[in-house]
């Protein structure tokens, strides 16, 4: 079993910053799968940056420049580094880790106000 909890969003000022995390527990044999996802209500869930199985990762152009992911493997926990906020980034925001199967968080909601 395989549990992933998310934190650090909330209401930010556009301009400003949120660094958000996700913790995995469980059976962990790694991370290297992980990535975060975010969602607007009635809209596909669609990639915000994640990690290959290589240890690259990946943007969406969206966010390119903006944010950035990086991981703690000794915490099996990923996080997102948002920089520059701009209202259109309001989404709530999952993290997701693939072993075998694609386990997700709840969630956290990210409100970037104008």
């Known amino acids: 079993q395989v549990q992933l909890v998310e934190s650090g969003g909330g209401l930010v000022q556009a301009g400003g910053s949120l660094r958000l995390s996700c913790a995995a527990s469980?059976?962990?044999?790694?991370?290297?799968?992980m990535g975060w996802y975010r969602q607007a209500p009635g809209q596909q869930r669609e990639l915000v940056a994640r990690?290959?199985?290589?240890?690259?990762?990946i943007y969406a152009d969206s966010v390119k420049g903006r944010f950035t992911i990086s991981r703690d493997n000794a915490k099996n926990t990923v996080y997102l580094q948002m920089n520059s906020l701009k209202p259109e980034y309001t989404d709530v925001y999952y993290c997701?880790?693939?072993?075998?199967?694609?386990?997700w968080g709840k969630g956290t909601l990210v409100t970037v106000s104008s």
């Open positions: 997701s880790l693939v072993l075998g199967l694609n386990y």
């Open positions: 469980g059976t962990i044999l790694s991370i290297n799968a």
């Open positions: 990690f290959t199985s290589g240890g690259s990762t």
